[in-house]
């Protein structure tokens, strides 16, 4: 719970105001003296004001006034009920207000604290700058009748103990039973009650059992307060005429209202917050999932919540952005397009349900989308089997990259596991013309080892094609089914060997010989007499290139400036070829004419970059995938003739106001290199003594900073912030030596380029050189701690996911398929010189030298970066008393898929970022 909240904060001034005799009131006064006013009030009736409770509010934005109520706390007398009523706590706040001379403040409460709000609020408008309300009671008959009988429901242990406190003679009105308990004078007989009713009222609050919460509520003084006030409101309809809250809920529509409500929550039910959200439609409601009534150590979510609605109450409050990290988290994306043989149906993936799932289009209709399956587990590939409108599609488990090939038929409702062998990995390949067998990739074998398999998709036994060392993909079948064009990777992804093995004997004849190229893509054409192929072959770009099957001869066909990233061709036949050709990190899309060899560009929807290219079946236009920097994916139709787009899956993005485009840069490094770098830079007037800024590092290294959809980058940026996202040395799309640059022994230039880009971000006029933060994820991550632990000085704060800490510990426990792809990358883990190698570049070994605060966040299934890593890191800097922050999340692998855990993570990084940036 800690690590949701603000960090402890001590009262600057304390206060005793003598209010109706005999009462004197607690109040104290903490966080900024000249920050926005804000007031708590307490639960109970009786519960009294606690140190935890100043920490949902930013000390530096507040000036935080709580206050114990009347007979409660530090007020005095003790558990005194005579002038005790709503509204002379109503009249309180009022003099609290007068004597601290504030004229207007946030209210804010939870549970009792929550009416008490709302009916301050509707008494008194004129004084509310907002409110912030959580675990909502409105003090109805039903609500107080569910407490004293409807829990045992939930809680028939503690009920039991709580019911047998009083004769079963009495036990048909248990607030009249201990109200007069209660209110006995007799210790022997009010004190007991008090302890039982306190007891069974803890055990209820929290979403797991907590000892520790019991045992901190029921103090013999503490008990007895709560206890006898809350019954005393409680037998009086809480001093208020019924309907009261809901009807003059109308006076206060005009303010801002954050609602935080627990789903869980059995002590205030959500169907109160849900009636005040209804009489107030304006106001936000967050609903908790893993919440109760009160946040603990082991469910602190409900702390988390509350903090963030107090920091979008600041935001409005003092005229920042009004969106949450949640609301930029919001857009949906769709992509990996595939169309039926027959060009009426469309399959995709979309994570519209919070992760990716199969849904499908009927081409023929303007009928919506619809979900395919609900899956528990994300989809991943997706391919239509030829001849039929049967969908392939790839899931695997939590992440953890072992996908498995299902298939769903037609009008069907349930999936056929095409394979089944969680335990290894099945890497997609492709269908024969027939659609009558598939062939994939699968380490059965060996761990290490990508065997190729050629599978009759009606049922029956795979046949193994293809063996050997390392990595290998079954990129197609010949167009007479008799080959298999194989992809052979065993010596790393940009050392390809395209083969064409006979799927009788498994005899191989190298097309494309291993000489140091890459290939992104693939098609026969002719009938299979000539392959296309796009690949670098001695060439710092990708190009497109065709080799004549029968001879293996090779000529180019186009050298565009720029990858070719994707390539498509029609199945039936077609002269045009479409291309994906990567500019600077977005997408141009090009037409080739086989005939003629001529090229023209078809316009985009948007400036972006796609991720997927394919023809529909007639050849007349292209579906693509594209995703932009202020949107994400979706998928587009775009007609071959005319250029004209239209709109397949397009999910609703956020307003254009609310994001940026990019500028793009060239940054000079430290050996007279140019790094590219995209620059975000926030809306509105720069601030005296500048904005903090944060340098964003991509993965792999072998990917690129490109077109894309980041919600945290665009509310980083919708908070005043300048990002900066280089490309330095060792990313793609720049050619095949800025890629290289990097490799092994010259790994921390990588690292001399972030740097330069740093002091770069650090002298322009509109950043303030002393809040510079550093982020990356995956290799991004190593990038980070390299930063902070080479160059500890520069950087003010830092995060990063799922990030490389020691080189040897990844190539002990990274997929043991990945082993040789990364040693061609960072250098061979058994030999002398790559382990010293290691020892040298490996954040951990220089760990002590760290600064910066860290956040770490980390899948608990990643088959690449084991979450070992950030253990270590998080060990390391925790033994030390540096500050740091792990977010574990379960059921994740290297990236976190699912909804609601991005919204965890990120809404625990972006305060941990801004605690220290602002």
Not at 111 to 119: K, Q
Request: aromatic residues 8%; negative net charge.
């Amino acid at each position: 719970m800690a690590d949701a909240l603000y960090p402890e904060i001590q009262p600057y001034r304390t206060h005793r105001i003598n209010v109706d005799p005999p009462h004197e009131l607690y109040v104290e006064e903490c966080g900024a003296p000249d920050g926005v006013p804000a007031l708590f009030l307490h639960g109970g009736p009786g519960g009294g004001a606690k140190p935890f409770q100043r920490r949902t509010f930013d000390p530096r934005r507040f000036r935080v006034v709580l206050f114990d109520q009347r007979g409660c706390g530090r007020s005095t007398p003790s558990a005194e009920l005579d002038g005790n009523t709503t509204d002379k706590l109503i009249e309180d706040i009022e003099t609290i207000r007068e004597t601290l001379g504030i004229e207007r403040w946030l209210v804010t409460g939870g549970s009792w604290g929550s009416l008490l709000s709302l009916a301050y609020a509707i008494a008194h408008p004129d004084r509310c700058l907002g409110l912030r309300l959580h675990g909502v009671f409105l003090g109805t008959p039903d609500e107080t009748r569910f407490w004293y009988h409807g829990i045992g429901l939930f809680f028939p242990e503690a009920f039991a103990e709580f019911e047998g406190h009083v004769p079963p003679g009495e036990r048909g009105d248990l607030l009249a039973a201990y109200h007069r308990r209660l209110i006995d004078p007799d210790p022997a007989v009010h004190m007991p009650a008090a302890q039982a009713l306190r007891t069974f009222s803890a055990r209820t609050q929290t979403l797991l059992p907590s000892a520790a919460h019991v045992h901190a509520l029921t103090e013999p003084r503490a008990a007895l307060e709560i206890a006898r006030i809350f019954a005393h409101y409680c037998i009086n309809g809480c001093f208020l005429p019924e309907g009261h809250i809901l009807s003059g809920i109308e006076t206060l529509r005009h303010l801002p209202c954050e609602i935080v409500q627990g789903r869980y929550d059995v002590v205030t039910p959500p169907r109160a917050a849900w009636r005040v959200r209804t009489a107030w439609p304006e106001a936000n409601l967050t609903v908790v999932d893993l919440a109760s009534h009160v946040a603990t150590l082991e469910a602190p979510a409900l702390s988390a919540a509350l903090r963030a609605a107090t920091d979008r109450l600041a935001d409005r409050l003092t005229g920042r952005a009004a969106l949450s990290i949640e609301d930029y988290l919001d857009p949906r994306a769709a992509g990996t397009p595939a169309v039926s043989d027959d060009g009426t149906l469309l399959a995709f993936v979309s994570d519209a349900t919070g992760f990716a799932q199969l849904y499908t289009k009927d081409l023929t209709s303007d009928a919506p989308p619809r979900i395919r399956l609900s899956l528990p587990e994300m989809v991943g590939s997706v391919s239509f089997r030829p001849k039929s409108r049967d969908i392939l599609f790839t899931t695997d488990v939590g992440g953890d990259e072992r996908h498995q090939l299902n298939l769903i038929a037609e009008g069907e409702y349930a999936a056929r596991r095409l394979t089944d062998a969680p335990g290894f990995v099945h890497l997609w390949g492709a269908f024969d013309r027939a659609g009558e067998r598939f062939a994939f990739a699968c380490n059965a074998g060996h761990p290490s080892d990508m065997a190729l398999y050629v599978s009759p998709v009606a049922g029956g036994a795979a046949r193994v094609v293809a063996t050997g060392p390392g990595w290998r993909t079954a990129r197609a079948f010949s167009p007479d089914g008799t080959k298999l064009l194989v992809e052979d990777d065993r010596l790393g992804m940009y050392d390809a060997e395209l083969s064409l093995v006979d799927i009788e004997d498994g005899s191989a004849r190298v097309l494309l010989p291993r000489d140091g190229a890459h290939v992104s893509g693939t098609a026969f054409i002719e009938d299979g007499a000539r392959l296309l192929v796009a690949t670098d072959r001695g060439d710092g770009y990708h190009g497109l290139g065709v080799i004549d099957v029968a001879s293996g001869g090779f000529a180019w066909l186009s050298r565009p400036e720029g990858d070719v990233e994707i390539m498509a061709a029609p199945k039936g036949g077609g002269r045009l070829v479409a291309c994906a050709i990567n500019d600077r990190g977005y997408s141009r899309l090009v037409l080739h004419d086989l005939d003629g060899g001529g090229e023209r560009d078809l316009p985009l929807p948007f400036a972006g970059r796609l991720t997927s290219v394919t023809f529909m079946p007639d050849g007349t236009a292209l579906v693509v995938a594209l995703a932009g920097f202020r949107r994400p994916a979706a998928v587009y139709r775009i007609d071959v003739a005319t250029g004209e787009a239209t709109a397949l899956v397009e999910h609703p993005a956020l307003a254009e106001s609310a994001t940026v485009e990019p500028s793009l840069v060239d940054i000079e490094t430290f050996d007279g290199a140019s790094v590219p770098a995209f620059v975000f830079e926030p809306r509105g007037e720069l601030p005296t003594g500048g904005r903090p800024a944060l340098v964003i590092v991509h993965g792999g290294p072998e990917s690129q900073y490109t077109a894309h959809w980041r919600a945290d980058v665009q509310y980083l940026v919708s908070r005043g912030i300048v990002v900066v996202a280089p490309n330095v040395r060792g990313s793609t799309g720049y050619g095949r030596d800025w890629q290289a640059a990097d490799d092994v022994e010259k790994r921390m230039d990588s690292v001399r380029d972030l740097k330069a880009v740093r002091d770069w971000v650090a002298t322009r006029d509109d950043v303030d050189s002393e809040r510079l933060a550093v982020f990356g994820q995956s290799y991004g991550g190593f990038m980070t701690l390299a930063a902070i632990t080479e160059y500890p000085e520069d950087w003010c704060v830092a995060a990063e996911f799922y990030g490389i800490a020691d080189f040897r510990t990844l190539f002990a426990t990274t997929g043991p398929w990945r082993r040789t792809l990364r040693a061609v990358e960072y250098g061979d883990p058994d030999s002398e010189s790559g382990r010293a190698l290691f020892d040298r570049i490996s954040p951990i070994r220089r760990i002590d030298r760290v600064k910066a605060p860290l956040f770490i966040a980390h899948g608990g299934r990643d088959p690449r970066v084991a979450p070992n890593e950030s253990e270590m890191v998080n060990a390391a800097l925790f033994g030390r008393g540096h500050p740091v922050r792990l977010v574990r999340v379960e059921h994740e692998g290297h990236g976190f898929a699912r909804l609601a855990n991005r919204r965890v993570v990120y809404n625990e990084m972006m305060q941990f970022l801004e605690a220290r940036l602002f």
